[in-house]
């Protein structure tokens, strides 16, 4: 069943706008007595089509529930900016598993360097990623892709969260099922560019009380090890 996202939503008509509305319309060619899913906020509304305009397709809601695919945990991943168009596939991979937000961030080792004002640029379309991997995956909701931060900025907002982790190459770190996940809905996930941390990011990190995670002897693309992190995360906390 076709699924389109909305910020709010009523139980008595739902209006679909814009460019969702055309697509509805001109593209998968839908008429009055059809249905689709509106999500909203993680709630999944099934909806039957009562009108469509050039614009607007008018629902009428039939019946709601909270969105059966989205975790009982809220996941945050600050990532070190990585070359190309890695953060892309980052994106897609890491929202089909389950992640609420995503904050790039600039470390030492990072080889691409775009400026806030260059990375702004490109955030648009990072989230039309996101929102198409999420229509894909049946979430609930769509990632938010957030501007690009500071190494010291990003550390400062790990903070608040009730844990952080990094993945850091090196041992002495702890394992995923070490962690103290029970009774955590909110997590942060700190994880690097093609070079990793340096020493100094990795003992900053530390100092402020972000666990650090190893995964092994294998060094993991910055790509995977995403991908792989937050399903260990999702598997360990009963969300897969």
């Given amino acids: 069943m076709p699924r389109f996202f909305i910020e709010q939503a009523n139980d008595q008509e739902i209006i679909i706008t814009g460019e ?10 839908m008429k009055p007595g059809e249905s689709l ?14 009108r469509i305009t ?13 969105c059966a695919s989205e975790p009982d945990i809220s996941v945050t991943l600050y990532q070190a900016v990585p070359k190309q168009d890695k953060l892309a596939e980052i994106i897609q991979k890491t929202t089909e598993l389950g992640i609420v937000r995503i904050v790039p961030v600039l470390t030492s080792r990072c080889i691409a360097r775009p400026s806030p004002e260059e990375f702004e640029k490109k955030r648009q379309r990072l989230q039309k990623i996101a929102l198409s991997a999420a229509k894909q995956s049946g979430r609930g909701r769509i990632p938010e892709i957030m501007p690009l931060l500071d ?16 993945l850091y190459e090196e041992q002495g770190g702890v394992r995923f099922e070490e962690l103290p996940l029970a ?6 996930l700190l994880i ?8 100094d990011e990795a003992q900053q990190a530390i100092s402020a009380g972000i666990c650090p995670v190893w995964l092994g002897k294998r060094i ?3 790509e995977t090890a995403p991908t792989v992190a937050l399903a260990i995360l999702m598997y360990l906390t009963k969300n897969m």
Wanted: glycine share 8%; aromatic share 6%.
């Fill in 151 to 166: 190494w010291k900025t990003a550390l400062q907002e790990m903070q608040q969260q009730e844990i952080s982790i990094m």
């Fill in 54 to 66: 050039e614009n607007e397709v008018f629902l009428k809601p039939l019946s709601k529930q909270l």
């Fill in 220 to 222: 993991l693309r910055c």
């Fill in 183 to 188: 009774g955590k809905s909110n997590i942060s």
């Fill in 37 to 50: 899913t509106v999500c909203a906020c993680g709630t999944d509304y099934q909806c039957e089509i009562t």
């Fill in 192 to 199: 690097g560019s093609e070079g990793g941390f340096s020493p």
């Fill in 20 to 29: 969702d509305a055309r697509h509805i319309g001109r593209s998968l060619r």
